[in-house]
């Protein structure tokens, strides 16, 4: 940036003038999740992806993600690293269902309105997050999403077309 200033006075001027830089922009640097099979170098496999088998830069790849402690190739990254999966079957959700359903839930059984495959709720996948949601173990559609965030404990059943007490 460039500045200037000049000053008159009856006989004489007082005149100024700057240059300086306000900062500077530093971009990020490409991350590469995943990519080709590559040649074993980690250029090769932070190239553009050609498709055919998607390989993710896990492991030995790590060091191609340019990401966290392994972004570095002079670091001690191993590429060990741990991966939490919030997945569970249709069981984790007995307890906080036993509020709304007097039969044990993972007993009914549930006729997914997408694809019509029917199935004990114990049966299918269950995601924690921000609440409960359940997925049909066929076509993965939502069956049923549970929240107590805002009390009272809040279901929605839109992707179940039938729930049935089979005991």
Same mark, same amino acid.
């Given at each position: 940036?460039?500045a200037h200033a000049?000053i008159? #006075? #009856?006989?004489?001027?007082?005149?100024v003038s700057?240059? #300086?830089t306000?900062g500077?922009?530093?971009?990020?640097?490409?991350?590469f999740l995943?990519g080709?099979?590559?040649?074993?170098?980690?250029?090769s496999?932070q190239?553009?992806f050609?498709?055919?088998?998607?390989?993710?830069?896990?492991?030995d790849?790590?060091?191609?993600?340019?990401?966290g402690?392994c972004?570095?190739?002079?670091?001690?990254?191993?590429?060990?690293?741990?991966?939490?999966? %919030?997945?569970?079957d249709?069981n984790?959700v007995?307890?906080?269902?036993?509020?709304?359903?007097v039969? %044990?839930f993972?007993?009914?059984e549930?006729?997914c309105?997408?694809c019509?495959?029917?199935n004990p709720c114990?049966?299918?996948r269950?995601?924690?997050?921000?609440?409960?949601v359940?997925?049909?173990?066929?076509?993965?559609?939502?069956?049923?999403?549970?929240s %107590?965030r805002?009390?009272?404990?809040?279901? %929605?059943?839109?992707g179940?077309?039938?729930l049935?007490v089979?005991?």
């Amino acid at each position: 940036m460039n500045a200037h200033a000049s000053i008159s #006075f #009856f006989f004489f001027s007082v005149s100024v003038s700057m240059s #300086f830089t306000l900062g500077y922009i530093e971009l990020p640097r490409p991350v590469f999740l995943a990519g080709n099979l590559g040649n074993g170098s980690i250029s090769s496999r932070q190239q553009d992806f050609t498709g055919g088998v998607l390989y993710l830069n896990t492991g030995d790849r790590s060091l191609a993600r340019n990401l966290g402690e392994c972004a570095d190739s002079s670091s001690a990254c191993d590429g060990n690293e741990t991966y939490y999966i %919030e997945h569970l079957d249709g069981n984790a959700v007995a307890g906080v269902l036993q509020q709304i359903f007097v039969a %044990e839930f993972t007993t009914l059984e549930r006729v997914c309105q997408s694809c019509g495959d029917r199935n004990p709720c114990g049966a299918h996948r269950t995601y924690l997050g921000a609440g409960l949601v359940l997925r049909c173990p066929n076509c993965s559609d939502i069956a049923l999403r549970a929240s %107590e965030r805002d009390r009272p404990l809040v279901v %929605e059943l839109r992707g179940t077309w039938m729930l049935t007490v089979t005991d």
